[in-house]
């Protein structure tokens, strides 16, 4: 079963900040949050992971709280083409991918 | 990031017969992929673990006879369904783990598969 638990869907106006959250309250201490999101008919696209610190990439940004049993992507500018659905996923070292049921993100003009 | 491909894109077979799926890893060796399956409106299942030189491991559930996963090289996995049936019909993703960028998954295309 995922560790993880996301909303089902969220929408967000392009151009803006898309805040998408996820829990991982039994996140073990060597395990990674990975996030993935996957448009329609193809195949997932690797954005951002982290273990405890905070992460930037030219695609988002990984925050993680300090505890580490909850974390948020951020797109900062949401475009047309980031509707897609995401996935947050809690991986241990050389691990698995075990996918839940992700957030829809809906980037309405 | 590393660039998985996957052949063919979409596939149609015939009832009671095999169709293989390739996985190739472009720009990295991967020593171990991973297969999943996806129904329309659902999320991705992992079938199996497909690791070089040795037997893939399975999930629990996926028939292994059925479901048949080669990884010959460094660079290409595949997967073969036989005796293929209408409800084997579904989008199935292959993934590596690319070592040289601290064990980061890529994800191929997809396959289609549809059996008639």
């Known amino acids: 079963d995922a560790k993880t638990t996301q909303p089902t869907s969220m929408d967000c106006a392009e151009g803006r900040a898309a805040n998408l959250p996820c829990n991982h309250s039994t996140i073990s201490g060597n395990e990674y949050v990975y996030w993935y999101r996957q448009i329609h008919s193809q195949g997932p696209q690797y954005i951002i992971h982290?273990?405890?610190n905070n992460e930037t990439n030219e695609m988002a940004s990984l925050i993680i709280t300090e505890d580490r049993k909850s974390s948020t992507l951020i797109l900062p500018h949401a475009t047309l083409r980031d509707t897609a659905v995401y996935y947050c996923i809690v991986r241990p070292p050389g691990g698995k991918l075990i996918f839940g049921q992700g957030t829809e993100l809906s980037v309405k003009p | 990031g590393a660039v998985v491909s996957q052949h063919p894109s979409r596939v149609i077979c015939k009832s009671g017969t095999s169709v293989k799926i390739e996985c190739r890893s472009l720009?990295?060796?991967?020593?171990?992929m991973f297969w999943y399956r996806q129904f329309p409106k659902q999320s991705l299942m992992l079938m199996a673990t497909s690791n070089e030189g040795s037997k893939a491991t399975y999930e629990q559930g996926v028939e292994k006879d059925k479901f048949l996963i080669n990884h010959a090289s460094l660079t290409l996995s595949t997967l073969t369904v036989t005796s293929a049936h209408p409800e084997d019909s579904s989008f199935y993703i292959c993934s590596a783990q690319d070592a040289g960028s601290g064990n980061t998954i890529y994800f191929g295309e997809g396959s289609w598969l549809t059996v008639v």
């Open positions: 720009d990295f060796q991967a020593t171990t």
């Open positions: 982290g273990l405890k």
